[in-house]
């Protein structure tokens, strides 16, 4: 069984927010509008790009962090949810099932990467956008949690693909729609016990690092930074 | 502010040209057709424009979009969007070897009520007659394609990038090493085209050097022949007298033997404020479809997690200069008018310059995007390149002003205001 | 009456209650009335039609369809018996109306379910979800088999397909 995980080269993100757009794309997230995102810094994304800044003046230097749900192999949400709307799959990945959800928000209190997102109102989806959504994902209602799911139903669809022409899934055959869309090739995407994979390997490098990894939470999305 | 007077330039802006044409009635048009743009929006001379339209008795726009230029128009032709039409591309700047694009429509019929601007323009030439129909004789603009395509698929180079790699590979090493000439039928080509969706030619032919060295010396020259002539022809000569005689001219502020080679240009602009203002366009503002989109305006600014308005990014120490705050809303002014923004703190940026993003501020109801933000364009003063005649984005003086402080209204308090 | 037998009694109406209820639950599904007289057992069993030849996308895509007017035109353009529901039929077919067929089975909106994986990949016949059609002279009324979560999850465990919640839940 797979341990989907991620890599994230920070030496190689320019910032370019294509895995940002990728992601509402492909996961149909609702635009929220302006008075939530201006007004109540309620920003509607599973994946930001975080600016990190070192030094000042000139010597500035700018990194960008994409950031999204870490996966983690011990997640603080799943303990705090009354109604287990929140779960740790079998290959790994932190589900949020839409259809259980109470919309209590405990989660996201827990969640130190704060990484998911509440849908306060219903989602609008104006003119022909609902036409354009992706059939594979559902449209959320108002009042539940949403967050990063690796793109799931990705790897569900090269799972059949494979197992429709009898073979095991190969490395590099499931990506996330951030990771297939990054024009620098930044983000790898991959299963963490295949001993070939490149995710493995990338995950093991001397520059790779997870986010907060001293909280215990054992998250599956590792950064590549060079050491300073 | 007709731009008239403004210093003389090798190069003319195209619609600060068009418009300035129209208004001094030096260039009278009796029909002006805007294809898939939007200047009134996009272009700093924008506002010269929507005064010279007034001025053309036909003015059709052929837009996807109601934009703020087709609300200006007396016709409107929906186009269809780009997944709806046919298109061709040709090598994209830096890429060493040639290669051509060919995209079929996969919306087909499209969506709405829609006719491809070159369909519209080949059958206005049909019922025009005489020179025009026989000057563009083909039925639609597929049909255009393909014949501009039949040269390629007669001189037999390059190969259409097949599924299969060795196929592209094989081909490569015969352009190498054995030569064969496949003439191939231009139905054919245009299929295999059309479905394999590029062509690529990874050897450069040789035997046209004379085209392609077509400089003084004969050998390669590491500057812009193109410069280099023009200045010459201002300086009336083909000398390098005429040549500084011509950059002299212009009033240039680089050495003259850096004229033609890529160098700073220091802005000549003058008027009030302590700050420069720099316009430009974020990586969401890019192309006809994306502000049109609620999902783009809300990743509009995502550096900041901020989407839906207009953004001020000045350095921290001009902000402390300013006793300006992330988040607080400010005026920026410049001569031409004035704009509101939220100041974004970014360490890194040039003390001194205030940099607003294009691509808000639309007049009209684009998409979602109707009275988001505003126009940084809309401050730019008249200010133009010597060489490309551009109306330059970073030649404007500018101030801020505290609106208010983020969090909570009122108003700004006594040490806030600068300007 | 004595204690122990009060209690057997209750126990006794608790149990027959409850399995009453599940069948019941099981009927309860709304019968509703069909716009045609279709009979499934005719098409398949003596015309020798297959599933897919009218509800098409079953094998290839994630919703199957219920054929309309465009489907039964390939056959009926015009009348091959005397049948007064191919008389029915040919009404809409001929004034180009579709047929007003009432859904019977769905799942629900945050229910993800496709076809194509139960039947070209998992290779499970149609009748296990939908009941054995042969035999139905009669228009499909109500659901010949359950839809449940517990169902699908009981096939699920008994075939060694996963339970993920995310599987169906997305």
Redesign the interface.
């Known amino acids: 069984m797979a341990r989907w995980g991620m890599v994230i080269d920070l030496d190689r993100c320019n910032?370019?927010?294509g895995c940002?757009?990728a992601c509402?794309?492909e996961n149909n997230?609702a635009?929220?509008?302006?008075d939530e995102?201006?007004g109540m810094d309620r920003?509607?994304?599973w994946l930001?790009?975080l600016?990190e800044?070192s030094?000042?003046?000139?010597e500035?230097?700018?990194r960008?962090v994409p950031h999204m749900c870490v996966q983690c192999d011990n997640p603080p949400c799943i303990r705090v949810c009354p109604v287990h709307a929140t779960?740790l799959?079998?290959?790994g990945?932190v589900?949020q099932?839409?259809?259980?959800c109470i919309g209590c928000r405990y989660c996201m209190a827990a969640c130190p990467y704060n990484a998911k997102v509440f849908n306060w109102y219903e989602p609008e989806w104006?003119g022909?956008?609902k036409k354009a959504a992706n059939?594979?994902?559902?449209l959320r209602p108002k009042g539940v949690v949403e967050k990063c799911?690796f793109c799931?139903?990705r790897v569900?669809r090269a799972r059949?693909e494979a197992?429709?022409a009898g073979r095991p899934i190969a490395d590099g055959e499931v990506t996330t729609a951030c990771a297939e869309t990054c024009p620098t090739k930044a983000i790898t995407f991959g299963d963490l016990d295949d001993p070939d994979s490149r995710v493995r390997r990338l995950s093991r490098s001397s520059r790779a690092f997870r986010p907060h990894a001293d909280l215990g939470t054992e998250p599956k999305v590792f950064y590549l930074a060079k050491k300073e | 502010m007709t731009g008239a007077a403004a210093a003389p330039t090798l190069e003319e802006d195209p619609v600060a040209a068009l418009a300035e044409g129209v208004l001094d009635g030096s260039r009278p048009l009796e029909a002006l057709f805007v294809v898939d743009c939007d200047p009134l929006h996009t272009s700093p001379a924008g506002g010269l424009l929507r005064e010279a339209l007034d001025r053309i008795p036909l003015v059709v726009s052929m837009t996807p979009f109601r934009d703020e230029t087709a609300a200006a128009a007396g016709f409107v032709l929906p186009s269809p969007v780009f997944l709806e039409a046919w298109q061709a591309t040709t090598t994209p700047a830096g890429v060493p070897f040639s290669v051509l694009g060919l995209g079929e429509p996969v919306v087909d019929p499209p969506l709405f009520d829609t006719r491809h601007p070159a369909d519209v323009l080949l059958e206005l030439a049909r019922h025009l007659g005489g020179n025009s129909a026989a000057a563009l004789p083909w039925e639609g603009y597929d049909a255009y394609l393909k014949h501009r395509l039949e040269g390629l698929a007669v001189s037999g180079q390059g190969a259409v990038i097949s599924s299969s790699f060795e196929e592209s590979w094989v081909h490569y090493m015969e352009e190498r090493g054995w030569r064969f000439s496949k003439r191939r039928d231009t139905d054919d080509f245009y299929r295999e085209l059309a479905e394999q969706a590029a062509w690529w030619n990874p050897v450069r032919g040789t035997g046209n050097w004379e085209r392609l060295f077509r400089t003084p010396s004969g050998r390669f020259e590491f500057y812009s022949q193109n410069l280099a002539r023009r200045l010459q022809r201002l300086g009336a000569g083909s000398d390098a007298e005429a040549f500084s005689r011509g950059a002299a001219s212009l009033g240039l502020a680089a050495p003259v033997d850096e004229a033609c080679l890529p160098h700073f240009e220091p802005p000549s602009g003058e008027g009030e404020g302590d700050l420069w203002l720099s316009v430009f366009r974020p990586i969401t503002a890019r192309g006809r479809l994306g502000i049109a989109s609620p999902m783009v305006l809300e990743m509009f600014g995502y550096p900041f997690l901020d989407g839906w308005r207009t953004w001020a990014e000045i350095a921290p120490e001009t902000a402390h200069e300013l006793h300006l705050e992330d988040g607080d809303e400010v005026q920026v002014r410049s001569e031409r008018g004035e704009v509101e923004a939220v100041v974004m703190i970014r360490p890194g940026t040039s003390p001194g310059i205030v940099h607003l993003p294009a691509g808000l501020g639309h007049r009209e109801h684009v998409g979602a995007a109707g009275g988001i933000g505003a126009n940084p364009l809309d401050l730019v003063a008249d200010v133009r390149d010597p060489l490309s005649g551009a109306w330059s984005p970073n030649a404007t003086r500018v101030t801020l002003r505290l609106l208010r402080r983020r969090d909570h209204g009122g108003p700004p308090p006594a040490h806030g205001g600068h300007g | 009456m004595k204690l122990s037998t009060r209690v057997g009694l209750v126990v006794i109406a608790v149990l027959v209650l409850a399995v009453t209820g599940a069948a019941v639950a099981r009927l309860a599904w709304p019968s509703v009335e069909q716009p045609l007289a279709f009979n499934h057992r005719l098409h398949i069993v003596e015309l020798g039609n297959t599933c897919t030849d009218c509800h098409l996308y079953a094998e290839s895509g994630v919703r199957a369809t219920i054929p309309n007017v465009e489907v039964c035109s390939f056959c009926h353009e015009e009348a091959q018996t005397d049948s007064p529901a191919e008389a029915a039929l040919l009404e809409f077919v001929q004034a180009g109306e579709p047929i007003p067929w009432k859904k019977v089975y769905w799942v629900p909106e945050h229910v993800y379910f496709s076809h194509r994986r139960h039947t070209t990949i998992a290779g499970i016949e149609c009748a296990e979800c939908h009941g054995v059609m042969e035999e139905k002279e009669q228009p499909v009324s109500r659901r010949e088999v359950p839809l449940t979560m517990e169902g699908c999850m009981d096939c699920h465990d008994e075939k060694g397909a996963s339970n993920d919640c995310l599987l169906c839940h997305r």
Do not use: Q, W
């Not at chain 1, 635009?31 to 302006?34: L, N, R, Y």
């Not at chain 1, 030094?55 to 000139?58: K, R």
């Not at chain 1, 059939?135 to 559902?138: E, F, I, K, N």
């Open positions: 910032g370019c927010g940002m757009a509402h794309k997230l635009a929220v509008g302006a995102t201006v920003a509607f994304h930001k790009i600016p800044v030094g000042s003046g000139a500035a230097e700018v960008h779960y799959g079998e290959e990945i589900g099932v839409y259809s259980r104006p022909d956008l059939p594979d994902v559902s799911t799931h139903h569900v059949e197992r429709a």
